[in-house]
């Protein structure tokens, strides 16, 4: 079962776009603070990129379903803050796993308008 959605051109650039905002924010962060959060960076992105492709690939091939987004982002946010956190359990992990469940929704939002605006209408 492949997602006729997932090789789609507005899915690859989505995809591309949310990896590069959240690198240039992270890396400008690991400018100040040294190279471990490098590590989580470089970790984290190709992470959200395989866990998407993961899922996506289990989801219903005829719509672009929420939760392989939600997971993807969720999965991300929590092994990048045990790698931060030196594979600790703290505070910051259930707000990293939320803060990647948001970050999945709003890709997935951006996918759905961007679908929505280059559909041709039926003739």
Not at 20 to 30: A, K, L, T, Y
Not at 43 to 71: D, G, I, K, N, Q
């Amino acid at each position: 079962m492949n997602p006729d959605w997932l090789a789609r051109i507005e899915t690859l650039g989505t995809t591309a776009v949310v990896l590069m905002v959240g690198s240039m924010v992270i890396w400008h962060e690991s400018v100040q603070r040294g190279g471990l959060l490098l590590l989580t960076v470089g970790s984290a992105v190709a992470l959200y990129a395989v866990a998407l492709l993961v899922c996506a690939r289990r989801s219903e091939p005829s719509r672009v379903a929420w939760w392989p987004f939600a997971l993807a982002g969720l999965v991300t946010g929590a092994v990048a803050e045990l790698i931060n956190a030196r594979f600790l359990l703290t505070s910051e992990l259930l707000i990293a796993a939320v803060t990647g469940v948001v970050i999945g929704t709003a890709h997935w939002v951006a996918l759905r308008v961007w679908l929505g605006l280059t559909r041709r209408p039926a003739a």
